[in-house]
């Protein structure tokens, strides 16, 4: 049987997805629009899910010795064209400052798109010997990027993200971080925010202005378009040698490091609303949940009822969860569709009945499933229910990207494959950057990624026949 919908105000993601998602932005209280278009003001529940995100990204970053900096908001537009790659990529998107109070500036400074030039003009300053090497460094912040079409959390004019960056005394070093860091956005996708991805690495085409190498994480949503999670770029020299930033190596002659930068942002809370969300609202990973466990007390007008609740509630925060009791006057319908809507992982129910019986309610979020437990076990036993509301997201996201994979052996297979099931479309292709437009222009689909466990599906490219260099998936994507 269908479960009821008990919150009439959320669109349908089976009518329209789109405004689906928007709803939820908005009635879950993630955001709100602010005055000036595309930009929107993260809201106190939105932005304790960023927070729980950056604690855990940037403990993971830290355990490999990673340290946080703070750069300036403002790129001199001479610092910024430096690297002539870098600046024609971010070009149309650049918000400039042109003047200081009432005077016009000398020189125009761009309100930071990314931050690899002021890293790079700070290095050219401090780093002197290979002994300093590496240099790991990470930044929380905001960015500025004049979108010309914008949605909350997956594309607005400023948004919230972290960006690493780091030089190298070798090629294999910054290699090997770029790797790592690739790794460590998949492990948190996967075994945080509960969503499968695909590792690889970007076309030529589609890589980062700028970078030899950019690598990716790609997440499939419930409507079965694809979204990049994160990205880590591996950039070699080409930063160093722009804005001269070298160092005496161990044979006493000056050398240039080698770099890497790599970034999420609150696309993330996109990715989760996208990958787990339902027709009553958000759900919620217990991990990045600003609250875990809702008690919400029945008939508390009754005698204990009250007490009770909080007496769960006290027991579980000191076991180191994040709890609220709602003792409010609101009906337990409205309470239960409010804590639904908001993606609550676990609800906790308890009545009368329920403080005679020795017991109390538990009730996912995930699947609605109720589990009656005994007070003596609340802590091992909302621990568990926990666990299962994990591992029951990450299954049936799981379950979604691969039955939405599907391998096309011509454009014309590879488009009707898209057209009928949305997903992945896996294709042998030739490398070709003509081949990649062709895809885009006759099947509506960009290349996601070069999957990093390759699989051979065949010789020669589906797009012009000459002989296959890579196995590629291609999409439709946020």
Request: glycine share 8%; aromatic share 10%; proline share 4%.
């Amino acid at each position: 049987m269908a479960k009821e919908k008990r919150v009439e105000q959320i669109t349908d993601m089976e009518v329209d997805f789109a405004q689906w998602y928007t709803d939820i932005c908005r009635k879950a209280e993630l955001v709100e629009y602010a005055s000036v278009k595309g930009f929107t003001i993260l809201r106190p529940y939105g932005y304790a899910i960023w927070e729980n995100m950056q604690r855990i990204l940037d403990g993971e970053f830290k355990k490999t010795g990673h340290e946080n900096v703070a750069m300036p908001v403002l790129i001199p537009e001479g610092l910024l064209k430096k690297e002539g790659e870098l600046v024609n990529g971010f070009a149309p998107e650049v918000a400039w400052v042109t003047h200081g109070g009432s005077e016009e500036l000398e020189e125009r400074l761009a309100f930071r798109p990314t931050s690899e030039t002021m890293f790079c003009d700070h290095w050219s300053r401090v780093l002197h010997s290979w002994r300093e090497l590496p240099m790991l460094y990470n930044q929380w912040c905001s960015v500025i990027r004049w979108e010309k079409t914008t949605r909350p959390f997956l594309r607005s004019r400023e948004f919230w993200w972290q960006e690493g960056h780091t030089i190298h005394e070798t090629a294999e070093e910054a290699q090997a971080e770029t790797e790592q860091q690739l790794n460590c956005y998949a492990d948190f996708f996967e075994k945080v925010l509960a969503i499968p991805v695909v590792r690889g690495r970007k076309t030529d085409k589609e890589k980062f202005a700028g970078a030899e190498a950019t690598y990716t994480v790609e997440c499939l949503m419930k409507d079965h378009k694809a979204l990049q999670g994160a990205t880590s770029h591996y950039f070699g020299d080409k930063f160093s040698r722009a804005y001269d930033v070298t160092f005496t190596g161990r044979d006493n002659t000056l050398r240039y490091p080698f770099q890497t930068s790599w970034g999420s942002t609150t696309r993330m809370i996109g990715a989760v609303i996208m990958a787990h969300g339902d027709n009553n609202g958000l759900v919620l990973p217990p991990a990045v949940a600003p609250v875990q466990v809702i008690v919400l007390p029945v008939a508390q007008h009754k005698p204990g009822v009250l007490e009770a609740a909080g007496a769960l509630r006290d027991r579980l925060l000191a076991a180191g969860l994040r709890v609220k009791v709602d003792d409010s006057d609101n009906s337990m319908g409205w309470k239960c569709a409010q804590y639904e809507m908001k993606g609550v992982p676990l609800r906790v129910e308890i009545g009368p009945r329920d403080i005679e019986n020795g017991q109390c309610v538990l009730v996912r979020r995930n699947d609605g499933e109720k589990t009656a437990v005994a007070l003596a076990e609340l802590e091992s036993a909302v621990a568990e229910q926990l666990r299962l509301v994990f591992d029951g997201m990450y299954a049936k996201a799981k379950k979604n990207l691969d039955e939405h994979i599907f391998a096309a052996s011509s454009i014309e297979e590879a488009k009707a494959l898209q057209e009928k099931n949305g997903g992945f479309i896996k294709t042998m292709w030739c490398g070709e950057e003509a081949c990649e437009l062709a895809m885009k222009e006759q099947a509506g689909m960009s290349s996601r990624c070069m999957p990093l466990e390759q699989e051979k599906l065949g010789e020669v490219c589906v797009c012009c026949g000459k002989p296959a260099k890579h196995m590629i998936y291609w999409g439709v994507a946020y």
